[in-house]
């Protein structure tokens, strides 16, 4: 029930699963303590912020650069929603956030700049097919 929505006060949240407010409460409160449950957050429509472009950009950098290197470097950019170290051809794959193309194509180009990233590939987002509640995507 908080996945779906943050703002429920523990009173609703008891009538749902059949507990006292305090009950859930300290549920909750456990949940947070272990780790469980990061955080409450706003869902934001980026769209209707100015922020028109969502890509993946797979990012290729030159050989030895450490996992600290990288994740400097997309922090530097807070056009990067997201990052992942992962497996395959890629060293990275980073989600960003434009204006526009043209803003997505200025980023590409920024992190090609100091010579780490050798190569990008990029996927531009045309439209979201799944979305769930709670979930960092």
């Known amino acids: 029930l908080l996945v ?9 949240i008891a009538q749902h699963v059949g507990l006292s407010s305090p009950a859930v409460k300290r549920r909750v409160d456990k949940l947070r303590a272990l ?3 990061r955080g409450f ?3 934001i429509d980026h769209t209707a912020l100015g922020d028109q472009t969502e890509a993946l950009i797979e990012l290729f950098f030159a050989p030895g650069t450490l996992l600290d ?6 922090r530097q950019h807070p056009e990067v929603v997201e990052a ?3 497996t395959g051809e890629a060293d990275a794959i980073a989600r960003v956030r434009t204006q526009d193309n043209g803003d997505l194509e200025r980023l590409i180009m920024a992190l090609q700049r100091d010579g780490l990233v050798q190569r990008t590939r990029s996927q531009v987002v045309l439209s979201a097919l799944v979305s769930q509640p709670g979930d960092a995507w």
């Open 4 to 12: 779906r929505d943050g703002r429920r006060t523990y009173e609703d």
């Open 35 to 37: 780790g469980a449950l």
């Open 41 to 43: 957050t706003a869902v």
């Open 69 to 74: 290197t990288v994740a400097e470097t997309l």
């Open 84 to 86: 992942w170290s992962v």
